[in-house]
């Protein structure tokens, strides 16, 4: 499959991550063309906007929440729930989007110009989801993100069914272990996230491990969506 397509040099050059504050941001302002977030995400830096989506913020907190690839926790009811789904890659990119940009979430953050800057990353092959299925098709549940080199950056998450979340994330640590990754990047932990085994880094060593990961080749893992219903030749966990 192609690689990526390079949208050019970014207009935007960001502060460096290790003069922010520990919670506050970056910078403010900007804008969400592509070669402004692969730059920020290269530079340990994501956006999500305050102010009722007003204000772009730009963040990079200390310390950062990161889920280790050999350290995924996945307990037996969770085992039992991967057994029970299937997972696909890029077979209903939208609709993920969709369901994490659902307005009735508590903390709503995806406004609809956040929507077309990652549809867009999406079409250029930055940005990728995870979808997990039920055995007679529907969407459980599913998460996005943005790989680059052996990054990916997790965005956001949902789940219509139990587990649904979660089964999406084994299956994206598969896929990131296959393809020679080295980073999953949560932002910031949660309960959800700790019970899965992430951890928290004190910023200078994830901007550390992010220089060698971006430096990668990009991995194939997502190069071939998967067909958006669980049949023939869509990927079951190991």
């Not at 990916?152 to 587990?163: I, K, L, T, Y």
């Not at 994206?172 to 020679?180: N, S, T």
């Not at 901007?207 to 079951?236: I, M, N, T, W, Y």
Request: include cysteine.
């Amino acid at each position: 499959m192609p690689p990526p397509l390079d949208p050019g040099p970014p207009q935007w050059a960001f502060p460096s991550p290790l003069d922010a504050e520990a919670d506050g941001p970056v910078g403010i302002g900007a804008d969400l063309d592509p070669a402004t977030l692969l730059a920020a995400y290269r530079a340990g830096v994501f956006p999500m906007p305050v102010s009722r989506g007003r204000v772009l913020a730009w963040w990079s907190p200390d310390p950062r929440g990161v889920i280790p690839l050999d350290g995924l926790r996945v307990t037996r009811s969770l085992r039992t729930s991967v057994r029970r789904h299937a997972t696909t890659v890029d077979g209903a990119f939208e609709a993920v989007l969709d369901a994490c940009a659902d307005p009735r979430r508590p903390g709503g953050w995806i406004t609809r110009k956040i929507r077309r800057a990652y549809t867009e990353l999406h079409r250029l092959g930055w940005a990728h989801s995870v979808e997990t299925w039920t055995e007679d098709g529907r969407l459980a549940g599913g998460l996005y993100g943005v790989a680059i080199g052996g990054l990916f950056a997790g965005e956001s998450m949902f789940h219509h069914e139990r587990d649904g979340s979660k089964v999406a994330i084994v299956g994206l640590v598969d896929r990131l272990v296959d393809g020679g990754a080295t980073v999953l990047d949560v932002q910031w932990t949660t309960p959800h996230l700790l019970s899965l085994g992430a951890v928290d880094l004190p910023r200078a060593e994830y901007l550390e491990r992010l220089a060698v990961a971006v430096a990668q080749p990009q991995p194939e893992v997502f190069g071939r969506p998967s067909p958006a219903h669980p049949a023939a030749g869509v990927h079951h966990h190991r």
